[in-house]
């Protein structure tokens, strides 16, 4: 983990944002928290556009000091596609990320979260108990076991939502002069936040009632076991991320 060298005590002054997913992307949002409190969204888009993006530049600078918590959320529609759409670079593939433009110069460069293995393999269907075993279809790559395997109904995109939202994610951290820092420990959302409700100017996409069902069970519980199996005669396609699927990090 990066020491309190990276942000001085007086904090930095972000002063715009580039925010970026790819193709699915529908609504986006930099999510600020600052001892348990969420202050106002450094940044928000609800009608995102891939073909229309650029930085933003903010009406006022704000100040990210010590200890605070930035988390980039991304909104997805893939009911178009008739297959899983995994995190990635390419153009198909999806992302969350947002640019800043701060001052003072620190050293840190960039900071990436992603789901933890076992949390993604559990969505699988596939035994995180055993690091040398794939599953026991093993003539399948993880891939096709996801596209295949998987029961893509409300119920199970519920769990699956919520999984990649409130489960915990691995970090790291890239210096300027290009090294990498894995920060210790895992990454969720601060505990027992007071969310900032953002002043209603457009429509936006609520959550999912399945995804806010299954909420707790993922928020601030580490997944030891494997996923539940649920069965549908109804294949819905939804998102589902290895990569890339949140911004979220801890300045200290």
């Not at 893939?78 to 593939?93: C, D, I, K, V």
């Not at 399945?210 to 601030?220: A, T």
């Amino acid at each position: 983990m990066i020491r309190p060298v990276a942000i001085p005590p007086e904090g930095i002054r972000i002063f715009a944002v580039f925010l970026h997913s790819h193709l699915l992307g529908r609504q986006m949002k930099l999510r600020h928290f600052r001892n348990n409190i969420e202050l106002p969204f450094i940044a928000s888009d609800q009608k995102y556009d891939f073909n229309y993006q650029d930085y933003r530049y903010l009406p006022q600078e704000v100040i990210v000091k010590p200890g605070d918590h930035l988390t980039v959320e991304c909104t997805y529609d893939s009911t178009g596609r008739n297959m899983t759409t995994f995190g990635g670079l390419g153009t198909l593939q999806e992302m969350c990320l947002a640019f800043v433009l701060y001052y003072p110069r620190i050293s840190r460069a960039r900071s990436l979260s992603s789901a933890t293995c076992d949390l993604v393999k559990s969505l699988a269907g596939l035994d995180t108990r055993n690091s040398n075993a794939d599953d026991d279809d093993s003539n399948l790559t993880f891939y096709q076991h996801f596209h295949t395997n998987n029961p893509w109904d409300t119920y199970y995109a519920g769990i699956a939502e919520a999984a990649m939202r409130f489960g915990y994610h691995s970090t790291q951290c890239y210096l300027g002069d290009g090294r990498r820092v894995q920060i210790s420990g895992l990454i969720t959302y601060p505990r027992n936040i007071r969310p900032f409700i953002e002043p209603a100017r457009c429509t936006y996409i609520e959550p999912s009632r399945s995804q806010e069902q299954w909420k707790d069970n993922f928020l601030y519980t580490t997944y030891t076991g494997a996923a539940t199996a649920v069965t549908s005669a109804y294949p819905v396609t939804v998102l589902a991320f290895c990569i890339l699927l949140q911004f979220a990090t801890i300045f200290s």
